[in-house]
């Protein structure tokens, strides 16, 4: 996944998917891309110009990996690139005292912009036609909205919570929401990859066949980071903040309740989203002997890969 970084272990993807998302990848220019892949083509042909030196190589490295699709070698819209995560979409689903009308907004936003990243950084080593990107997305938006609303009904037409135990227990309504929503994302946006399999590669790089298990394998580890991610967001700001809202300073001032709350849920989110995505390696492995007989029996090689997609 990088140059030299070992990304068999979590630290190795951690630090690894800090690069991938650094918020300065957006900005870079295409010329400066260019050089870039020019630059690891020159390395792995052996021909770098001299002068040249490892930082560059691995400044190089992570401009194309955050920018390049592994699979089609073509740029990712700069808005559905892991870097580009649209952090005032997790701040607005944490904001306290939702109306019907805003935990719908925030959900259907959060939804819709999941929809663009999964399949802007699935597998693509298949075609993936436009009418599973709109299943995945009115299916994944849909049981969003569902669930945050249902479970905010029901909160409002309990009477055996008091006013701050409900909004206590309101803060922690959109992780089941999402969570499940996310899921369905994954699932409804990658079916193609299940009934159509993706490519495993040998260790030379070489495609031994188109594998279904391969790609449950993947949708699998992918839901699973899905899952993972909000985790964080979701519980760890409200305990951060019921600690918070006791101190004499909030207390005495109030206003800055809002602007405090913001930049916790930030915080988190900026260290949940690394910590998710490294989980599994991008370019899993999977035992030759485990998948398709037919693709076992075409390589001598007993560990094959896969892109698992982000």
């Known amino acids: 996944c990088s140059i030299s970084a070992n990304c068999s272990t979590f630290l190795g993807r951690l630090r690894h998917f800090i690069d991938i998302i650094d918020p300065s990848t957006l900005f870079v220019t295409e010329s400066r891309l260019k050089e870039c892949i020019k630059l690891l083509d020159d390395f792995k042909q052996g021909n770098l110009p001299p002068g040249i030196t490892d930082h560059q190589l691995w400044e190089a490295q992570k401009v194309k990996q ?9 740029k990712i819209f700069m ?13 607005g689903l944490l904001l306290p005292n939702q109306t019907l009308a805003s935990t719908v907004f925030w959900q259907w936003l959060n939804q819709s912009h999941n929809a663009c990243v999964n399949y802007a950084n699935r597998n693509a080593t298949k075609p993936t036609p436009t009418s599973k990107f709109i299943q995945g997305y009115v299916g994944a ?3 969003a909205v569902s669930i945050a609303v249902g479970l905010n009904v029901l909160i409002e037409k309990s009477s055996k919570f008091n006013p701050a135990t409900r909004l206590f227990i309101q803060r922690f309504i959109p992780f089941p929401a999402v969570a499940s929503a996310n899921i369905c994302n994954v699932a409804l946006m990658r079916h193609s990859e299940l009934s159509e399999g ?49 101190l004499p300073l909030m207390q005495a001032h109030r206003r800055m309740m809002l602007p405090v709350h913001s930049l916790v849920c930030l915080a988190v989110f900026g260290l949940s ?10 370019m899993s492995e999977i035992e030759a002997s485990h998948l398709e007989p037919e693709i076992a029996m075409a390589t001598d090689c007993k560990v094959l890969t896969y892109n698992k997609g982000l």
């Open 273 to 282: 989203l690394p910590l998710a995505i490294s989980l599994f390696p991008q």
């Open 66 to 74: 955050a920018i390049i699709h592994p699979d089609t070698g073509e």
């Open 79 to 91: 808005p559905f690139r892991m870097s580009g995560k649209s952090i005032e979409r997790v701040v």
């Open 141 to 143: 938006v849909t049981s």
């Open 198 to 246: 993706i490519d495993v590669l040998d260790s030379n790089g070489n495609v031994v066949g188109s594998s279904r298990i391969a790609a449950k394998h993947a949708l699998i580890e992918t839901a699973l980071t899905r899952v993972a991610l909000p985790l964080p967001i979701f519980v760890l700001p409200p305990i951060i903040m019921a600690f918070l809202e006791k």
